[in-house]
């Protein structure tokens, strides 16, 4: 249990829980924060910090249990609600205005004043509030001319101007250079002597151990460890996080691996990825791991030429590509299935021929005409092989469910008749029922024989289906893992995996 | 992008057709076949710089340089029939393609390459193209007696009461639909205006689909440029002035979403027709010119509320028995 502690709690969250339809996002969390505490909240990518964080800052409002602020009850029904009660947010990526100052930022919303601002008070209060953090930049410079670092402290000194005494911080140190780290830390023992509260959001072990002095720990959405940051070590923590028998999940075909169909050495780019080099064989699914941006998506958008890499090069059956554009990389047989399926997959006005062809048009090209034949019987065997739900063909894809504009753009991509499918984060944002239905998919292709890479932020489904895996750190290839294959750091476990992810060091050895 | 008209097209053509039969009982001249044949003819300009513009807009673009381009490049073919009096109709057609499709390929690189937002790289080279009229022309105008009579002659040629001009706009809707219909490069300007991003991942070239759609604009607005020139039997700085706009609003009344993506050609003839109807229905009914201006411009921002709200999001079928009725409907 938690240490007894003499002050009287700031906030404290008993039995939340959060779902949406099909997903448990938070179930039955507990957890106290005390006056001049950082407490470190911890767990994988979808254990539910972000969700615990919206509800804190008022964004959703939980299914079920309650939120005290200083001892009363108090239900968040928007954002303004949540500053109401001293709570302010940090974001990972600042959510700021850049045309407008520094003292604009800081008072956005809440101007000194009454119906005119009064812009005398607003730059003083900036300024006081400003100078209360050392920071070293004036309250009336344009947003714009800040660095990441001096953002962060704009945003404090946002929170600050709200009297928070809960600060939540959610990774800010993604950005910053250790030198920024260290200030922001800096500022962060002084918010802590003031007898503030503050949620410390961190994949960064180092980061952790260093500033925090409670840890909280999810995984599924449950509260799965709490404690003392001094009580535990790192390996403590990786297992918590993970701490299930992860193998058992998915049931991993039985598939021979064919020849090497794709081949990449030492593809760099200036400021995303360097020196990543793998190669796939037929009929294999190779797991690429890491932290949200450590530069997989960035560095399998470069072999499919949506950016021009700088150095390396990539071979398909022996043969160099030249990759500039997308339409060499599908013409060589490459597909790839974006991230954001419906931002960047789906044309919703278009009907559902048109969506499925749309990759593939070159080859419904008869007499340098498109054949309106040729296009209907794509889209018939493989919005049929999708279990496609709709009116008709020519649906425009706007009218379709949201699972199934999915599996029009998957379907979109398996028309250009592709030998290596790249997937990012193919089950994101999806329920558990359909993740195994996808899950299978892979599978399926796999068997087909199909190269699969499979970016995922996800262990179990990493682990589940991969015969090989990759993990990047910071845009490098961190470790390389064998299915059941390995040992010490470079294991076949999930413990070694997150380490690795998390960029502990690792015995470059027997790879 | 079918041959049969969409829903809100019949809704539209019902209310093009109610608007004549409102406007003959009213004025009985109106309604005549020889009126008809008018509106059509008067509406041909409409009917061709409409498409054209759809074309822009599909990309999730915009060209307002379509009135100055038509004045410039209509200047311009009236210069070169000065130095060339006497050659066929058909060169000076060419002639005008070119010099519109060369000034729409200036809007296209501009839009394409150095990634100007359409309206900025559009509404300055309309004023640049105005300027250079004054240019090259010296300042005065080209009359009739500056014309030859091959130059005159075409627009005024007929067949079964329609103007050569009109069977021009034929020939661009036909080829429009085909285009768009049929064509790769077609099919690729409702991606990128559908979703830019996913067009990208498609290996559909934004640029390229940028420079096709100002240099089709370009095109056309400059062919118009010397059948506008041609037909009125002048040339001056101020043709077509502010045309660009009805051509836009054509557009808008005919379904053409300015988000990009979405538009027909059957939408946009219907816009443009509804568009002419009006415009010629207002002196028949003896408005007054002074009141023409401003009840046309009412009409047609009543079309655009009412086209707009039939925009709203379209419900998705999820339930089974609704695509089933959806389906049925479809046979």
Redesign the interface.
Same mark, same amino acid.
Request: hydrophobic share 40%.
């Given at each position: 249990m938690v240490a007894v502690n003499p002050a009287p709690p700031v906030l404290s969250l008993s039995h939340v829980s959060k779902s949406f339809p099909g997903v448990r996002a938070l179930h039955d969390v507990s957890f106290t924060l005390y006056p001049g505490q950082v407490t470190a909240l911890i767990g994988e990518n979808g254990a539910g910090k972000s969700t615990l964080v919206k509800i804190l800052t008022g964004i959703y409002t939980p299914d079920e249990g309650q939120i005290e602020v200083a001892g009363s009850v108090r239900h968040f029904s928007s954002p303004r609600d949540s500053w109401g009660a001293g709570i302010a947010a940090i974001h990972q990526e600042t959510v700021m205005f850049d045309d407008l100052s520094v003292a604009e930022n800081i008072f956005m919303g809440h101007m000194p004043g009454g119906r005119l601002i009064d812009w005398r008070q607003t730059r003083a209060k900036a300024r006081e509030l400003l100078a209360s953090i050392e920071a070293d930049f004036d309250a009336d410079a344009p947003l714009k001319t800040l660095s990441v670092a001096q953002k962060h402290m704009v945003e404090i000194t946002r929170a600050l101007s709200h009297a928070a005494n809960v600060i939540i911080m959610d990774e800010p140190t993604a950005s910053l250079s250790r030198h920024e780290i260290d200030e922001l830390f800096r500022i962060v023992a002084q918010l802590k002597a003031e007898g503030r509260a503050i949620i410390f959001i961190s994949h960064k072990f180092d980061e952790i151990f260093r500033l925090s002095d409670r840890f909280v720990c999810l995984r599924d959405g449950e509260k799965v460890g709490e404690g003392l940051t001094k009580d535990v070590t790192e390996p403590d923590l990786v297992r918590m996080m993970v701490g299930r028998p992860i193998d058992q999940v998915f049931p991993k075909r039985d598939i021979p691996l064919g020849q090497t169909v794709l081949e990449i050495e030492g593809l760099s780019n200036a400021t995303e990825f360097a020196d990543v080099s793998l190669s796939l064989r037929k009929g294999e699914i190779l797991g690429l791991y890491g932290l949200v941006g450590a530069g997989r998506s960035e560095a399998m958008q470069a072999v499919f030429g949506m950016s021009e890499p700088t150095k390396g090069r990539v071979t398909m059956g022996g043969q160099e590509l030249h990759i500039r554009e997308p339409i060499d990389a599908i013409e060589a047989g490459i597909s790839y299935v974006p991230e954001d399926r419906q931002e960047q997959g789906a044309f919703l006005p278009l009907g559902i021929r048109h969506n499925i062809t749309m990759a593939s048009l070159a080859g419904h090209v008869r007499n340098f005409l498109l054949s309106r034949g040729s296009e209907q019987s794509a889209a018939r065997s493989l919005g049929g092989r999708l279990s496609v739900k709709a009116a008709h063909w020519e649906q425009s894809l706007g009218e379709l469910s949201g699972g199934n504009q999915q599996k029009v753009v998957i379907a979109k991509w398996l028309a250009t008749k592709p030998k290596v499918i790249i997937l990012d984060e193919p089950t994101k944002g999806i329920d558990v029922g359909s993740k195994a239905a996808v899950h299978d998919f892979i599978g399926e292709l796999a068997e087909d024989g199909l190269a699969v890479i499979l970016i995922s932020s996800e262990l179990p489904e990493i682990m589940g289906l991969s015969d090989n895996v990759i993990v990047m750190h910071e845009g490098r290839i961190a470790a390389r893992f064998e299915r059941g294959k390995g040992s010490g750091a470079l294991a076949w476990s999930a413990e070694a995996i997150v380490a690795a992810a998390t960029g502990a060091p690792v015995a470059e050895h027997a790879a | 992008m $079918?041959i049969f008209l969409k829903y809100r097209e019949w809704v539209l053509a019902a209310i093009i057709a109610l608007m004549v039969i409102g406007i003959s009982f009213y004025a009985p001249a109106f309604g005549t076949l020889d009126n008809a044949t008018g509106v059509l003819n008067d509406t041909a300009f409409l009917f061709m710089m409409a498409l054209a513009q759809m074309i822009v807009i599909l990309t999730r673009g915009i060209d307002l340089s379509v009135a100055a381009n038509l004045a410039l490049t209509g200047m311009m073919t009236g210069l070169f029939n000065e130095v060339f009096p006497d050659l066929p109709a058909i060169v000076y057609i060419l002639v005008a393609l070119s010099i519109g499709g060369g000034l729409g390929l200036i809007n296209g690189s501009l839009i394409a390459f150095l990634r100007i937002p359409p309206i900025v790289v559009t509404l300055g080279t309309l004023a640049i193209f105005r300027g250079m009229i004054v240019v090259i022309g010296g300042g005065s105008q080209v009359n009739t007696s500056d014309m030859s009579a091959t130059f005159l002659g075409f627009p005024k040629l007929s067949l079964l009461g329609l103007s050569s001009v009109f069977w021009i706009a034929l020939a661009v809707a036909l080829f429009a639909w085909f285009f768009l $219909?049929?064509?790769?490069s077609g099919?690729g300007l %409702? &991606?990128v205006g559908?979703?830019p991003?996913? &067009?990208? %991942?498609?290996? *559909?070239?934004m640029p390229f689909q940028q420079l096709l759609a100002y240099g089709i604009s370009g095109a056309v607005a400059g062919m118009s440029g010397y059948l506008w020139v041609a037909r009125y039997g002048v040339a001056y700085v101020e043709i077509a002035s502010g045309y660009e706009l009805t051509v836009i609003a054509a557009c808008v009344i005919g379904g053409v $979403?300015i988000g990009g993506?979405?538009g027909t050609v059957a939408g946009t003839l219907l816009g443009a027709l509804f568009v002419g109807v009006i415009v010629n229905a207002l002196p028949v009914m003896q408005v007054s010119p002074f009141w023409q201006m401003l009840i046309s411009g009412a009409v047609i921002l009543a079309a655009v509320i009412i086209n707009a709200r039939a925009e709203g999001? &379209? /419900?998705? /079928? *999820?339930l089974?028995e609704a695509?089933?009725? &959806?389906?049925q409907a479809?046979r």
């Open positions: - | $079918s $219909s049929m064509t790769r099919r %409702y &991606a559908g979703n991003i996913a &067009a990208r %991942y498609c290996g *559909i070239s $979403s993506g979405v999001r &379209a /419900l998705k /079928l *999820i089974p695509r089933r009725a &959806a389906a479809k």
